[in-house]
């Protein structure tokens, strides 16, 4: 994929066309990705970045690794245990939208955004210089909560019942997740820049043991929310097609 916003683009458009041909839920996490990455380039060019090429470069490149995780997967090989139990759940039945988003959150965020930073800062010397566009990308990716919330109103009528199953609001549940998960990709990323490249996929290999056990948890969250998330499940569209027209028809009128 060319790293910049109109080759995003037509990768994203690829994944959703073909969940949409082949019947899974991958697409909706690629449609929420997508509005994501056209918010970024818009604030790009509203000049709300220190460097809007770096910035360009620096979302795209982070993007491929989940275009190049979702290609993997679909030739048969084996992308990073996050990715994989994020797609084998989009070809499950019972996983509800909620748990599909968050789970594409959890691989790409807790694990590919710290791979891409510490890659692209090359050192230990640059790595703070990206600090501010780091930051700016978590913001956007915080503000669009609230658009997900439409997203998951029109696609899960009855996700509101894992508020109230869970103890707390899904803005205080994404945000509180986002939040860690920047967190944990800025102290990956620090990590990695002090080693030699060689250590590299040890060092990948275990922190993506410690995602793909997030993961685990976002699928099964224990007996009373995994029967209430049943619930929502049964209100929702059967199928990944109609799943995914929901979504795609709020996103197609958001701002």
Same mark, same amino acid.
């Given at each position: 994929?060319?790293? *910049? ?16 041909? /082949?019947?899974?839920?991958?697409? %909706? =996490? ?27 470069? =620096?979302?795209?490149? =982070?993007?491929?690794?989940?275009? #190049? &995780?979702?290609? /993997? ?6 992308? *990073? ?16 939208? %909620? ?5 594409? +959150? ?11 930073? &510490?890659? %692209? ?9 990206? @600090?501010?566009?780091?930051? &700016? ?6 503000? +669009? $909560?609230?658009?997900?919330?439409? /997203?998951? #109103? ?24 986002? @939040?860690?998960?920047?967190?944990? #990709? ?7 820049? *002090?080693?030699?490249?060689? &250590? ?6 275990? $922190?993506?043991? /410690? ?5 685990? @948890? ?6 009373? %929310? ?16 109609? #799943? ?5 028809? *709020? ?5």
């Amino acid at each position: 994929m060319e790293a *910049t916003f109109d080759g995003c683009a037509a990768s994203f458009a690829k994944v959703i066309d073909r969940s949409r041909q /082949e019947g899974d839920r991958v697409g %909706l =996490f690629a449609c929420m990705y997508e509005r994501v990455t056209a918010a970024v380039r818009a604030r790009c060019e509203d000049g709300r970045f220190v460097e809007t090429a770096r910035m360009e470069h =620096f979302v795209c490149t =982070f993007a491929d690794r989940y275009f #190049a &995780a979702h290609e /993997e997967w679909r030739s048969g090989g084996s992308p *990073t245990r996050s990715w994989a139990t994020a797609f084998a759940a989009a070809r499950t039945w019972r996983p509800v939208v %909620l748990q599909h988003l968050l789970l594409g +959150m959890n691989a790409h965020i807790n694990l590919d955004l710290g791979i891409t930073t &510490a890659t %692209l800062a090359g050192s230990p010397e640059r790595l703070p210089a990206m @600090r501010s566009d780091f930051d &700016a990308v978590n913001d956007v990716l915080a503000s +669009m $909560v609230d658009l997900s919330q439409d /997203e998951l #109103a029109a696609a899960s009528p009855w996700f509101g019942l894992v508020d109230h199953l869970g103890g707390r609001h899904d803005e205080a549940l994404i945000c509180f997740s986002l @939040r860690r998960a920047r967190d944990q #990709a800025w102290a990956l990323a620090q990590h990695l820049v *002090t080693l030699p490249e060689a &250590a590299w996929p040890a060092e990948i290999d275990r $922190v993506d043991g /410690e995602v793909a056990g997030i993961a685990r @948890r976002i699928l099964h969250p224990g007996f009373v %929310l995994t029967g209430g998330l049943a619930l929502v499940r049964l209100r929702e569209p059967w199928t990944s097609g109609r #799943a995914l027209d929901a979504v795609e028809r *709020t996103a197609l009128a958001g701002p």
